[in-house]
């Protein structure tokens, strides 16, 4: 009796060719619908699966493959007497090879005009089935949901008979990762529908972008996952164009230097340093807004990364040229951008689509043992029940200090102060312990520039001293949430010398 092969995808890429070379090695081909079609189109010869359960296809196709015909020579122990003599009763045949790729449901519902019951009829039951049944029985199946796996199973089958158990084991696993992410986004998209944000279990699944040579360190192993049907606006789905592979610590910078960009309509330039801003600037054109970008700290943006929300033109490659900087990210660049920037061997170029972007992921991060998972804080300055707490409201050029520095400080690590004009950043202190230390560090860095300009907080202040620095150091606007038991100690304080004060009622803590 010959071994039987049941093949049935639905993308078609190689499986003629391997079920020639099945037919060589003398297998009978099992087959359904559109597969079973191409195969004989094209000269294989194949049974039909309902030749098989003496069962025809109904429901639309829904029911075929759901018949102990089929899996009972799936799941049958091959070298068990009693499952033999059981599939001898019922007339069984094992069946020694599956070849099965399921319903494009995650192509489906990628479709901007994809109706639910579309989506619904792209869940694949039989597939499934039949992949969990061969996975579950590689003692004895060969079950195959990578057409990239074909090559190593007929060289196995071809040299020796039968592939080996470390391949059927291999194979298996890959199979119950495939068909555990299939159910993933199954449940994601049918959870979504039903609008339960916090239900009681979560499943995510993400595809390998690439291996990573390390992670934050040398001696840390890592590699890179990218989210299937995730935002276009990310570093996941960027186009690299030049340079080195990205680093762990790369992917993280550039990360957060795309959701400080984002914040701006105008021309903007954002450089990162430890997934902090160190220079945030804007302007009337590109290249303008990158030099004030690097005017906010010419020091630290050594070895940095760029976001840019307009195209590298020669003028602003130029200027990007002339510094150490480990990645720029941009919509696009220039013919003549690119010539000047690629004579850097290892500089990162990146191309992001700045124009689809997609609705807000919920962020996720890991801690030992449990996952944390929120809304993204897109919460801007447009939002803010705005209220001048002060005597003193701010001037006009004062307000566009403040708007700009609210957007910057809510991706600053906490505790954050942002020192601002109206065009640039001037002072960033981050990751500070006490709020009164990350305005020392901001103002510190703002020097004679802090005169005039305006300060953001992250977090209201709980005492008078934050003010009282800035004002020491010439600042004259101040945003800040509010909420203190001790907001008329910094009211008054503010009044005293004269800052206009602005209370947003949001806080933007970022850990």
């Known amino acids: 009796m010959k071994k039987r092969a049941l093949l049935s995808v639905s993308d078609k890429a190689g499986i003629l060719e391997f079920a020639q070379a099945l037919v060589a090695l003398d297998y009978e081909i099992l087959s359904t619908g559109g597969t079973m079609k191409h195969l004989k189109d094209n000269g294989v010869a194949v049974t039909a699966v309902d030749e098989v ?44 090879i599956v070849c099965v790729n399921l319903y494009p449901f995650k192509e489906t519902i990628a479709k901007p005009d994809t109706t639910i019951e579309d989506a619904i009829e792209n ?17 004895y199946v060969t079950v195959i949901v990578d057409a990239g796996d074909y090559e190593q199973v ?22 119950f990762r495939h068909t555990a992410a299939y159910d993933a986004l199954i449940s994601s998209y049918l959870t979504d529908l039903a609008g339960e944000q916090f239900p009681e279990q979560v499943t995510y699944t993400y595809e390998l972008k690439q291996p990573l040579r390390y992670g934050e360190n040398p001696h840390q192993k890592a590699a890179f996952y990218s989210r299937p049907l995730g935002s276009d606006f990310s570093i996941a789905y960027a186009t690299q164009l030049h340079g080195k592979e990205l680093s762990y610590n790369n992917i993280q910078d550039a990360n957060a230097a795309l ?29 303008e807004a990158f030099n004030k970008a690097y005017e906010a700290d010419a020091t630290s943006i050594f070895g940095g990364i760029v976001a840019l929300n307009r195209e590298v033109d020669a003028k602003t490659a130029e200027q990007l040229s002339s510094i150490f900087l480990e990645i720029i990210i941009a919509p696009s660049f220039t013919d003549e951008a690119m010539e000047l920037l690629t004579q850097k061997k290892n500089i990162r170029l990146l191309t992001i689509s700045f124009t689809q972007q997609k609705k807000d992921q919920w962020n996720t991060v890991s801690v030992e043992g449990g996952l944390l998972i929120q809304q993204p804080d897109t919460y801007g300055f447009d939002d803010a029940d705005i209220r001048v707490a002060t005597d003193r409201k701010p001037t006009e ?50 020097g004679e520039r802090a005169k005039g300009a305006a300060l953001a907080s992250d ?7 934050t003010v009282e620095a800035a004002a020491l150091a010439g600042i004259t606007a101040i945003i800040q949430p509010g909420g203190s038991v001790k907001d008329e100690d910094s009211i008054k304080k503010a009044n ?12 933007h803590f970022k850990h």
């Open 53 to 96: 359960t003496g069962f025809p296809e109904i429901m639309e196709g829904r029911v075929k493959t759901l018949n102990p015909m089929i899996h009972g020579g799936l799941l049958a122990k091959q070298d068990d007497s009693s499952h033999i003599a059981q599939m001898k009763e019922h007339g069984i045949q094992p069946i020694h």
């Open 123 to 139: 869940i694949d039951i039989g597939g499934p089935a039949m992949l969990r049944a061969s996975a579950k029985n590689h003692a």
């Open 154 to 175: 007929l060289k196995e089958l071809t040299s020796a008979g039968e592939t080996t158990l470390e391949t059927r084991r291999r194979l298996a696993a890959k199979v």
């Open 259 to 287: 959701q400080i960009v984002k914040e701006f309509q105008q021309p903007a330039a954002v450089a990162v340093k430890h997934m902090n801003p160190c220079g945030v600037g804007t302007g009337a054109t590109i290249a």
């Open 397 to 446: 050029a004062e307000w566009e200090a403040l708007k700009l520095g609210w957007s910057v400080v809510k991706h600053v690590k906490s505790n954050a102060i942002v020192v601002s004009d109206a065009q640039m950043t001037l002072g960033v202190g981050a990751g500070q312990m006490n709020r009164v230390g990350a305005a020392t560090i901001a103002l510190a860095q703002a």
């Open 459 to 465: 977090a209201f202040f709980p005492m008078d001293d």
């Open 496 to 507: 005293e010398y004269g800052i206009a004060m602005v209370f947003t009622g949001v806080r």
